[in-house]
């Protein structure tokens, strides 16, 4: 199993270049996704998060409210580590899991947090997307219609671009127009699946 792990700041491009690779038929597991996942209702994740900080954190229909929570655990680092003991491994596991089921040649892990947690672990490439902040801002704030300092924000709050570069084994640059960076994907997926069948006949 050949894992590829895709990382990159916020508005980077790491969706396009997601939907890019799932047009040419490589699996692509979202950390996103997954870490709501663990969070549903029903989950055993959501129930502690529930007992540690009242029902405050839930809206009315027993859904985590997210902003609460956020604003919670941004005033206060302590009660921050403990959200991400909890759920840090549940989100492992469960990708874990979706990898152990992917059938591609070789399989995206996409995930913000690849680099900052131990999701690193889990692949055998990385893959950065590289943009300047300026675009990041510009095209962040016009995809969520949010202001350009709440992206700022965000922005001073993640790894640096480069220390982001540092730790990459591939770089898409997208700081040109959609169709460049289509250009380099189909190349970059050249390259990986390549890697991938190298990888299984060392085995
Ligand atoms: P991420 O998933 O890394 O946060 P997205 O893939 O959602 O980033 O890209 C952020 C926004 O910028 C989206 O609205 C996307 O359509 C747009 N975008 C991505 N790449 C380009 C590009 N090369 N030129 C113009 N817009 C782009």
């Known amino acids: 199993m050949y894992v590829v792990g895709l990382t990159g700041g916020i508005g980077s491009g790491k969706s396009a270049v997601s939907r890019q690779l799932e047009t040419l038929g490589i699996q692509v597991i979202d950390a996103d996704i997954v870490a709501r996942e663990v969070v549903e209702p029903g989950e055993p994740a959501l129930q502690r998060i529930a007992e540690r900080f009242g029902n405050e954190v839930l809206t009315d229909d027993g859904q985590l409210d997210r902003r609460q929570l956020r604003a919670i655990v941004f005033a206060d680092s302590k009660q921050r580590t403990w959200l991400e003991d909890l ?7 469960r990708i874990l899991q979706q990898l152990d089921a992917a059938q591609s040649a070789y399989t995206v892990l996409v995930s913000p947090l690849l680099l900052e947690t131990d999701q690193h672990l889990l692949v055998n490439h ?3 997307v590289d943009v300047e902040a300026a675009q990041q801002i510009s095209r962040t704030a016009s995809r969520d219609n949010s202001s350009e300092e709440q992206v700022r924000a965000i922005l001073a709050a993640q790894m640096s671009r480069e220390e982001r ?7 898409v640059d997208n700081r ?4 460049a960076l289509a250009a380099q994907v189909s190349n970059l997926h050249q390259l990986l699946l390549t890697a991938a069948v190298r ?5």
């Open 199 to 203: 990888e299984s006949e060392s085995l």
């Open 87 to 93: 759920l840090h491994p549940l989100i492992r596991d």
């Open 165 to 171: 570069l540092d730790r990459a084994d591939s770089v």
């Open 126 to 128: 990385t893959v950065v």
């Open 176 to 179: 040109g127009e959609l169709a």
